[in-house]
């Protein structure tokens, strides 16, 4: 049973270019969250997402990011005209289909490495 | 609000040393979950324990112990006999019932030396 899959693995962009982050979560899973984990800070709450919805994405910055998670295919983050502060990694996570009890542990992926030169 | 707070950035220890990791929450629920994390040097997360608020009892799993304590909103994690594979971040992590979102503490890096 395949686990959480991102990638790219590391991901380089340029200033200005356009970053598409992809997350397949695990089998008959149909919640994804999405971190940013920078150093020092530790893991910050970015967006949650069901299949074709969005349920939270308090922690998203409102300007150039934005996330999907289509009925078929993986859940994209994607961040345009990336800035040098967009470095990062950034973890996706699984859980179950369901409405994602509170004491459901999440499943993560190994995480995309974004650098912005 | 919910908060999780992990005052130790870093932890070098020996071989064979016991070590314990300090997580300290904050939240106005009176049902919450709280979980701890290993993020090993391959970057994955990687579950470790799950409690309720409503279940104090101390857990042991092998060489880790949990200690849950409501009186001083903490839950403390102790590796007995430390060893090299011990070396990760260890993120503790909050849930209230009434969210959806886990918070995580700023995460502790433990290096175990040979």
């Known amino acids: 049973n395949a686990g959480v899959m991102q990638n790219p693995r590391h991901l380089v962009r340029r200033r200005g270019q356009e970053a598409r982050l992809r997350c397949s979560p695990m089998k008959g899973h149909s919640h994804v969250y999405w971190y940013r984990q920078l150093p020092e800070e530790g893991l910050k709450f970015m967006v949650y997402l069901q299949k074709e919805n969005i349920i939270d994405e308090s922690g998203m910055p409102k300007e150039r990011f934005s996330a999907e998670f289509p009925k078929e295919g993986p859940s994209i983050l994607r961040i345009q005209q990336v800035v040098r502060g967009d470095s990062a990694a950034y973890f996706c996570?699984?859980?179950?289909?369901?409405?994602?009890?509170?004491?459901?542990?999440?499943?993560f992926g190994s995480g995309t490495q974004l650098s912005v030169l | 609000a919910q908060k999780v707070t992990q005052a130790q950035t870093e932890i070098s220890v020996v071989e064979k040393e016991d070590v314990t990791l300090d997580c300290v929450y904050e939240?106005?629920?009176?049902?919450?979950?709280l979980f701890w994390y290993k993020q090993p040097p391959s970057g994955e997360l990687v579950f470790l324990i799950r409690?309720?608020?409503?279940?104090?009892q101390n857990e042991i799993s092998g060489r880790y112990s949990w200690n849950f304590q409501k009186s001083t909103s903490s839950f403390n994690f102790t590796i007995t006999a430390s060893q090299v594979v011990d070396s990760a971040v260890y993120f503790c992590?909050?849930?209230?019932?009434?969210?959806?979102?886990?918070?995580f503490g700023r995460g502790t890096s433990l290096i175990v030396h040979p």
């Open positions: 939240t106005r629920d009176t049902t919450y979950y």
């Open positions: 409690r309720n608020s409503f279940d104090e």
């Open positions: 996570a699984s859980t179950p289909a369901g409405q994602g009890s509170p004491n459901e542990k999440l499943f």
């Open positions: 992590a909050l849930r209230s019932g009434g969210s959806y979102i886990p918070t």
